[in-house]
């Protein structure tokens, strides 16, 4: 091809762009300086031309969009008249990927950005690629500042030591060479070497909050935070939930929290705490905050232990607990002993009444309510004893 600095430009795209499948601009101008202009088009390697338009004046431009399948394109644009023939730009290339649940990218998952280590500590670097099924990686570069720190050509992606020998900041950086050429670079992670390490001082329960109500079916997100410290001084973090354990949490979020879910919790009033265990130093303890997890439904009247007349109908009344969304209830149960009472309609309030006029005297155990939503859950208040007298 011949080439020439003025006369005609590619402008759009650039070499090495990226687009999803779609409208792709293209856009190329041309400028003779004197005399007309016969033609000016976008072609491909194969000699295909993209777009075209014919000359008449001594300048000339192509703008234009145009629906691109997925692949890698080389183009360049081309400039023709009957005087100095036809004038050629460098060819480009661009890539047009299969839509947004193909999207190939790559990230640095440790350090953490601000992480700061001890000179001579072993240093891991971790990547994390994305990508479509139709692309493969063939190549990942870790890089501490421009010094290439290794090579890696197959997952997991993750260096086998790095030894900092100078104090000083540096920028952890990557980049993904696909298998069509692409290279793509993930964004740069800051850390720090040669400062001293210091321990957390404390750790702090996020979540839950004091005093917060909960249901039996909820799930509890429990997050808690180190209290200073440096990253990697936490080996891990676990949670107690009325003296129950949860597992070991070992990887905080990129905030540095450490989280993680808790069900089955049962009514009652539950101490929630948080202990991070510190690498050779023991373990540091959370303030304990209270939380509060209802039945779902109260029994309001009668009340245990209270005693009613053979002939006094005895009044019931029910209430749903705060939260339990009173449109998601399909039927109330007032029951004893597995004994049907009375069955209600949900009626989209929180509250349900009915008089009972026992068959007969005697000790009724077991008198409870139960709420029953539409998705089958049922939610149950404790039971209790009253008495039915003569007369």
């Keep these: 091809m011949k080439n020439q600095q003025s006369g005609v430009t590619l402008t759009a795209p650039t070499n090495g762009q990226s687009f999803l499948v779609g409208p792709v601009r293209l856009a190329a101008s041309g400028s003779r300086g004197f005399g007309p202009v016969d033609g000016l088009a976008i072609r491909n390697r194969q000699h295909y ?27 360049f644009a081309r400039m023709w008249d009957s005087i100095d023939g ?13 839509g947004p649940e193909a999207t190939t990218s790559i990230s640095i998952s440790d350090p953490a950005p601000g992480s700061s280590y001890p000179i001579g500590h072993n240093i891991t670097v971790k990547v994390s690629v994305k990508m479509p099924e139709n692309r493969s990686v063939e190549k990942v570069e870790l890089y501490a500042g421009e010094r290439i720190i290794e090579e890696l050509f197959s997952s997991p992606y993750q260096n086998r030591g790095w030894y900092p020998t100078a104090s000083g900041n540096y920028l952890i950086k990557a980049k993904m060479t696909m298998n ?8 740069d992670v800051p850390i720090s070497v040669g400062t001293e390490v210091v321990n957390p001082i404390g750790i702090e329960l ?11 079916s909820d799930t509890l997100s429990l997050k808690a935070k180190p209290i200073g410290g440096a990253p990697g001084t936490v080996s891990h973090v676990k949670f107690s939930v009325g003296g129950e354990w949860s597992e070991e949490v070992t990887t905080p979020g990129a905030d540095g929290i450490y ?18 265990s510190v690498v050779n130093d023991g373990d540091l303890e959370s ?38 969304p009173v449109d998601e209830v399909a039927k109330i149960r007032f029951i004893y002993q597995g004994t049907l009472i009375e069955e209600i309609p949900g009626n989209g309030t929180d509250t349900y009444e009915h008089s009972w006029l ?8 077991g008198v409870r309510v139960i709420a029953i939503l539409t998705d089958g859950n049922m939610h149950r208040s404790p039971g209790i004893a009253i008495r039915v007298n003569e007369g």
């Design 206 to 216: 996020l979540s839950p909050t004091a005093d917060e109500v909960f249901l039996p």
């Design 259 to 276: 989280e993680t879910d808790w069900t089955g919790q049962v009514p009652g009033r539950h101490e929630v705490l948080a202990v991070a």
């Design 180 to 187: 069509d050429g692409e290279e793509i670079w993930a964004e």
């Design 49 to 75: 031309h993209l777009a075209m338009v014919e000359g008449g004046s001594d300048t000339i431009n192509i703008d234009t969009t145009i629906l691109l399948q997925q692949g890698t394109y080389r183009i």
């Design 358 to 365: 026992p068959g007969e005297a005697g000790r009724y155990e």
């Design 287 to 324: 303030d304990p905050v209270y939380i509060n997890v209802s039945g779902g439904i109260e029994l309001i009247t009668p009340t245990h232990g209270q005693q009613f007349n053979l002939s006094q109908p005895i009044p019931m009344k029910a209430k749903l607990a705060e939260g339990v």
């Design 86 to 98: 036809i004038v050629d730009t460098e060819e480009i290339t661009f890539h047009v990927h299969g």
